[in-house]
């Protein structure tokens, strides 16, 4: 699964280089990337739903590692979505909208604190809590997010696929801002 799963992953990235060059319509790109990064999670979600591991460390090194490299992407085309929407045309409300924008990591980071230091610093003492599928899963995640399968998720895989996100979104902003 992991070399298939980091395969697909080379691939998505050559074909969302590509999208970006398409046309000149920004939005119109940043919608085709979100699509095609959709595409891409299905396809190994599929895979997976099908897949036993053939260990603990296997599967957790799949959600810890490779699955929020697919759905990180996810989660950043819809955050530049949202950015090119909802961004205020009045110039006097963009810095404030801004400065939002700006603070969602640090938000994130002070909400998660623990977890976050956790993976930053590269413990693995609570891995198998963290990262296999017999733990327990906070809610049906697929109610909000449409592309995620119950089935395909653990308790904490989205907390990396989140910190992953708001870094590239922060990297965005601070280099077109």
């Not at 992991?2 to 998505?12: G, V």
């Not at 990262?131 to 119950?150: A, E, Q, T």
Request: one cysteine or more; glycine letters at 2%.
């Amino acid at each position: 699964m992991e070399s298939y799963s980091k395969a697909l992953f080379s691939l998505m990235q050559v074909e969302l280089e590509e999208v970006m060059k398409r046309t000149s319509d920004y939005p119109f790109r940043v919608e085709c990337c979100y699509q095609t990064a959709v595409r891409y999670w299905l396809d190994v979600q599929t895979k997976l739903a099908a897949k036993e591991f053939e260990s603990n460390k296997e599967e957790i090194y799949f959600f810890r590692n490779i699955k929020p490299l697919f759905v990180s992407q996810i989660e950043y085309y819809d955050l530049l979505y949202y950015l090119e929407v909802f961004k205020p045309n009045n110039g006097d409300l963009f810095p404030a909208f801004l400065q939002r924008e700006n603070s969602r990591l640090s938000r994130f980071i002070e909400s998660n604190k623990e977890f976050y230091e956790y993976y930053k610093t590269g413990q693995t003492d609570k891995d198998e809590n963290y990262f296999l599928r017999n733990r327990n899963v906070p809610g049906d995640i697929s109610n909000y997010k449409p592309y995620l399968d119950p089935a395909a998720c653990t308790s904490h895989d989205h907390l990396i696929s989140t910190i992953i996100t708001l870094e590239n979104y922060q990297h965005f902003l601070d280099t077109n801002f």
